[in-house]
């Protein structure tokens, strides 16, 4: 039987269709969520309730066998019989060994099946939400959920088994100690849950001071996750020390919480440890006056010594059971909390076909593409040019503000609670009126076909989106520029050539081989940027929209990379947001916007010459460029937006 990796098909284009509801988590309340991560591996669960129940049984046996052997054969002299006794003893030690060794290997298979679960589900909602989910879910509280969120659902499946044999094993020696005295029998079965319901009020505080110590965590986490990405920026206008102060502050902080959560852990362990020990007392008192009214036998008051000292084992359980069930429930809050979210994009009733080479146009802005030409959109306003491209490839570019989940401002009262209230109220109207509009009516047609009515995976297929913000990833530099390996060597070769990024496959000990760090960590800011051009020419898109690809060169580099373009992307629909004067050379057509619309379009050189506001933005580009230091040695320092 394969049990991992565990397989779901929750939140991926083929679960649409599919009729196995079980593998979509039960996002609807902790206490569900919870329920649905234990039922989703009730396999598990269940062999290690049973392998734990054998793993439990010595110590519930081995009371009455002792006192059997002692009242049948040690106080009679009777070998055999003690022989027998000792080998059934025995027995049950070799088969509670066993037991042990089987019920921890199914814990730690269900503790990591959980936990890679819900690393998966994290994976595929992050893949699913794509560039919504940083919008809306603070990044380190992402991270969170996959670390140690997930961590804390594999300890909850490995107590719950646990657990349940406990329970089986406390009634059957409740039986045993029933069977041979009531009164001690009552005093078991009602004692335990009294112990464990006197603990119920501490697990309240305890909830709240790990809710604190978990969502200071998270934002911990995020705080690392800023400074890693931006630290070259940091250390160019020297914020190390600010942004390390700050993260020391944070730490502190966390420290604090983990004090305060280990308090109240410590308090409720010690609890269970008091009321379990008085447990242990009673019982053998009242076992004791029994022996001396002559209603229990020697054998049987070792016995009951026995049970009473293994009471503690199922109790301790129940105790800790508890404990993690709090725990979890904090981690679900917040694993819910990502989960949850849908994306706006639904599919259409009845997809259609995106046309081939037809004419692409924006009714927001009022701008027309020609197919098979290259366009490229000047704006004084770097945002508007970006926010086209998002229309253009149906990505929404707000998305409304990021609420916070802080537990701390969930502590501050009422006031503080109604707000936060009215800030998630606001943000689920936005999440409405963004999926209507990504559903019903998106407002670019490609061919008269307006994209909300062409399913996504062929739109994302055909129309290629390629900003500032794109990433790269670890790997070898094969992997990142074709990283399903569908293409040619010669195909990443010319791509390479067009990006002028043949200096990356030089520098990099093994060319192709050659490894690069995570985010693209080696290699410059300019380098970085044409290697991502390359894995976007190398895709190959019928529809090819560039934001600012050459904003981090100079301007030698620029000239070579916008010759080359224009000659790789000949007969191809491209579009081109910038307000270079060496792409605006080689371009078809050039559109002005103003305020987001079109005002005028054309050639460059008719542009510049009859148009005073065109003439203005490229002249002032032309003067930053002169101004500036570049990435690549010669030009700028900053991008210009996107």
């Not at 009634?171 to 009294?194: C, D, M, Y």
Request: hydrophobic letters at 45%; glycine letters at 10%.
């Amino acid at each position: 039987m394969k049990t991992f990796p565990p397989q779901t098909d929750a939140y991926t284009p083929r679960a649409v269709d599919s009729t196995r509801l079980a593998d979509h988590p039960d996002t609807r309340s902790p206490t569900r969520f919870l329920f649905w991560v234990l039922r989703s591996q009730a396999a598990m669960v269940a062999s290690n309730a049973f392998f734990g129940l054998l793993w439990f049984l010595p110590g519930a046996l081995s009371p009455w066998l002792m006192g059997r052997a002692i009242d049948g054969a040690v106080l009679t002299g009777d070998l055999r019989a003690a022989t027998g006794w000792a080998a059934a003893l025995l027995f049950v030690i070799t088969v509670g060994v066993a037991a042990g060794i089987a019920m921890h290997t199914t814990a730690v298979a269900g503790w990591l099946i959980a936990l890679f679960r819900t690393t998966m589900l994290v994976v595929r909602k992050s893949a699913q939400l794509g560039h919504l989910l940083p919008l809306r879910t603070p990044t380190g509280e992402v991270l969170s959920v996959s670390g140690s969120d997930s961590d804390t659902f594999g300890m909850l499946t490995e107590v719950v088994g646990r657990c349940v044999a406990a329970l089986i094993a406390f009634v059957f020696v409740a039986f045993l100690v029933l069977s041979e005295s009531v009164q001690l029998g009552l005093v078991t079965l009602v004692a335990a849950p009294i112990l464990v319901g006197a603990a119920s009020p501490l697990l309240r505080p305890l909830q709240r001071a790990q809710a604190i110590e978990r969502n200071r965590s998270s934002k911990l986490t995020g705080q690392a996750t800023d400074i890693v990405a931006g630290l070259r920026i940091l250390r160019g206008i020297g914020g190390e020390r600010t942004f390390g102060d700050n993260y020391a502050q944070q730490s502190q902080r966390v420290r604090q919480a983990g004090v305060l959560a280990g308090s109240w852990q410590a308090v409720v362990d010690s609890l269970g440890v008091l009321l379990s020990g008085m447990l242990l007392v009673i019982l053998t008192w009242l076992g004791a006056r029994q022996l001396l009214a002559g209603s229990l036998t020697v054998g049987q008051l070792i016995s009951f010594f026995g049970y009473a000292i293994f009471m503690v084992w199922p109790i301790a359980t129940f105790f800790e059971m508890a404990q993690k069930w709090v725990q979890a429930d904090v981690s679900a809050r917040k694993t819910i909390a990502v989960l949850e979210q849908a994306p706006p994009w639904m599919p259409a009733s009845e997809p259609t076909a995106l046309p081939h080479s037809a004419e692409i146009y924006d009714h927001e802005s009022g701008v027309r593409i020609q197919p098979g030409r290259m366009t490229v959109i000047v704006s004084a306003l770097p945002d508007q040019s970006a926010a086209l491209a998002d229309r253009l490839g149906r990505y929404l570019s707000t998305i409304g503000e990021v609420v916070s989940t802080d537990i701390d401002e969930e502590l501050k009262g009422r006031a503080a609670r109604a707000e936060r209230a009215e800030r998630l109220r606001r943000r689920a109207e936005q999440m409405v009126r963004d999926a209507v509009r990504a559903s019903q009516q998106w407002g670019v047609e490609v061919g008269g076909v307006d994209l909300a009515q062409v399913d996504l995976l062929e739109l994302r297929s055909r129309i290629l989106v390629n900003d500032t913000a794109s990433l790269v990833f670890s790997g070898t530099l094969q992997e990142l520029l074709d990283p399903h390996h569908r293409h040619t060597r010669e195909a990443a070769e010319q791509a390479l050539r067009t990006a002028d990024a043949e200096d990356v496959y030089d520098a990099l000990p093994g060319g192709w081989q050659g490894r690069v760090d995570e985010r693209g960590r080696g290699l410059s800011g300019g380098q970085r940027q044409r290697v991502v051009l390359a894995r976007a020419l190398l895709a190959d898109p019928e529809v090819l929209v560039l934001v600012e690809p050459t904003s981090a060169v100079d301007a030698h580099t620029e000239a070579r990379i916008a010759e080359r373009l224009a000659d790789h992307r000949r007969g191809r629909t491209t579009i081109i947001m910038s307000v270079s004067a060496l792409l605006l050379r080689v371009a078809d057509d050039v559109v002005l916007l103003r305020d987001g619309m079109a005002v005028a379009g054309g050639r460059h050189g008719d542009l510049l010459s009859n148009n005073r506001e065109y003439r203005r933005i490229v002249a002032r580009g032309l003067d930053d460029e002169c101004e500036s230091g570049g990435d690549d040695g010669v030009r700028r320092g900053a991008p210009r937006g996107g």
